[in-house]
């Protein structure tokens, strides 16, 4: 056991005694003393403990509140009169333990001030620690609100709702970026089979060097040309080693009525897989496109589909979709405010959709796209005649003598065979009026070589009707 020690704790106001001013020794209380006058130990005159001797982890001095140490007598410790923590408190002058406080803690202590200080800090800790908690928690609630919301399952669409119709076609169409010597440009196509065939615009193809193909999952390809006609404003290119392909089904123009819904897919202003809705608003609308290079060799002429779906510049070539997904037409041209009918699609001289938008009937895309594919060129029905395009009354005047080396009405021609002469006025095909000469080449092309028409003429202010077989004429 260690050795007794005197020691003089400082003087302050928490060690006062409590007791009588004559049981106090310089400020400091001290315990009752024995018969000898020696101060004596609480414990002197109890029963020793029962139990293991105190070991090494005992052999520790307790200062009393006089100065005087002691060593312990058993296992306990014991509380100073100032409140050293880890041990039993007693009253100096009485003869039982108050109360016992953390017992084990060391013999060192903490003052009363230093208490005070730690609560005063533990409490402002404790708000400052409660507040920020506080801030944490009102954040952490606001980061949790939920608002109501509908599950996630998606409850399928209808084949025949936009998005039925979007998701049947968006496989099979594709961006093309076209780049030439007169730069660069962006279209749409369609599949048209497993071989890796694809329709657009001849518009969008006409002066390219290069072409790149984008299919809707992201996929590239680079794409040859197979063939075009610009009379129809109609090309065929080809990819190859792409597999899966998704080809388009194609259906029936004839089957089209003003009012039937229409979905166009396409990428207008490269924004590919672009959807837009609306209806048929007229059918066999005359309307010719291009005309840029001066001579008329770019010169499209399409008996259209007219439709309120919104068309923009990229969107030439793409699919015009019915109810049931099948494609009734190629989209081609718009007409822009304050431009001319039929500007093409590719946005060279207009600006965006304002409603009026035309596509190529597909009964004759399909017939152009087969000759394409099968020989590189497609052919034009025709009659046989030159037709003076100064001509501004009502109908198509036949020509009444050679322009440009070609005479009015080609002899052994369809126009010659069925009675046709120079200065005729074409006003009907079919039954259907005719405006002018172009309106007279839409009507003609709207069919193929080899079909009947009927043709209403005026002649010398008199109307006769003559049956004509169309001829073919191979396209550029």
């Known amino acids: 056991m260690a050795d007794r020690q005197q020691t003089d704790p400082a003087p302050s106001w928490w060690s006062r005694p409590e007791g009588p001013a004559d049981a106090r020794r310089d400020g400091v209380p001290s315990p ?4 000898g006058g020696e101060p004596r130990h609480p ?5 020793p403990a029962s139990g293991p001797e105190p070991g090494p982890e005992h052999d520790e001095t307790y200062q009393q509140a006089d100065g005087q140490a002691y060593g312990p007598a058993d296992e306990r410790t ?4 100032y409140g050293q923590p880890g041990e039993v408190r007693y009253d100096p002058w009485g003869e039982q333990p108050l109360q016992v406080v953390d017992r084990g803690r060391g013999r060192g202590g903490i003052r009363l001030w230093q208490a005070a200080a730690l609560c005063a800090g533990s409490a402002l800790l404790a708000g400052g620690t409660g507040g920020y908690l506080g801030v944490l928690a009102e954040r952490e609630a606001g980061t949790r609100l939920e608002l109501p919301q509908a599950g996630v399952a998606d409850p399928g669409r209808a084949p025949d709702s936009v998005a039925g119709i979007a998701a049947a076609a968006l496989p099979g169409v594709v961006t093309l970026h076209v780049r030439g010597a007169s730069g660069s440009g962006t279209g749409t196509g369609f599949v048209l089979d497993a071989q890796g065939h694809i329709l657009t615009n001849n518009h969008v193809v006409a002066d390219a060097g290069e072409i790149a193909v984008t ?3 992201g996929e590239s390809a680079t794409a040859e040309l197979v063939g075009r006609d610009s009379g129809y404003d109609l090309a065929v290119v080809k990819v190859s080693g792409v597999r899966g392909l998704r080809p388009l089904t194609l259906g029936n123009s004839e089957n089209v009525r003003v009012g039937d819904p229409v979905v166009a897919i396409g990428a207008p202003f490269d924004l590919s897989n672009t959807v837009t809705a609306g209806i048929i608003s007229a059918t066999g609308r005359p309307v010719t496109a291009g005309g840029d290079k001066g001579d008329g060799s770019d010169i499209s002429y399409v008996d259209a589909l007219q439709t309120d779906a919104p068309i923009n510049p990229g969107n030439s070539g ?3 979709l019915d109810s049931r997904a099948h494609v009734i037409g190629i989209n081609s041209a718009i007409k822009g405010a304050d431009k001319g009918e039929g500007e093409g699609g590719d946005g060279a001289r207009q600006g965006g959709s304002i409603g009026l938008g035309f596509a190529i009937p597909v009964n004759q895309g399909k017939r152009v796209a087969e000759e394409l594919i099968r020989t590189g060129r497609a052919t034009h029905p025709v009659i046989g005649v030159t037709l003076d395009m100064q001509y ?3 109908g198509a005047r036949v020509g009444d003598e ?9 002899a052994g021609g369809p126009a010659a065979r069925a009675g046709i002469r120079a200065g005729d006025v074409i006003t009907k095909v079919d039954g259907q009026r005719v405006r002018g000469g172009d309106e007279l080449i839409i009507r003609i092309r709207s069919h193929r070589p080899g079909d009947p028409l009927t043709l209403t003429v005026l ?3 008199r109307e006769r009707t003559l049956d004509v077989v169309l001829g073919s004429a191979n396209g550029s």
């Open 32 to 35: 009752r003393p024995d018969a």
């Open 43 to 47: 414990d002197a005159d109890r029963e």
């Open 78 to 81: 014991y509380q100073q009169a």
């Open 215 to 217: 299919f809707s999952s």
């Open 318 to 320: 793409g699919p015009l």
């Open 392 to 394: 501004t009354g009502d």
């Open 402 to 410: 050679a322009a440009d080396g070609k005479p009015p009405v080609v």
């Open 459 to 461: 002649r010398a202010g």
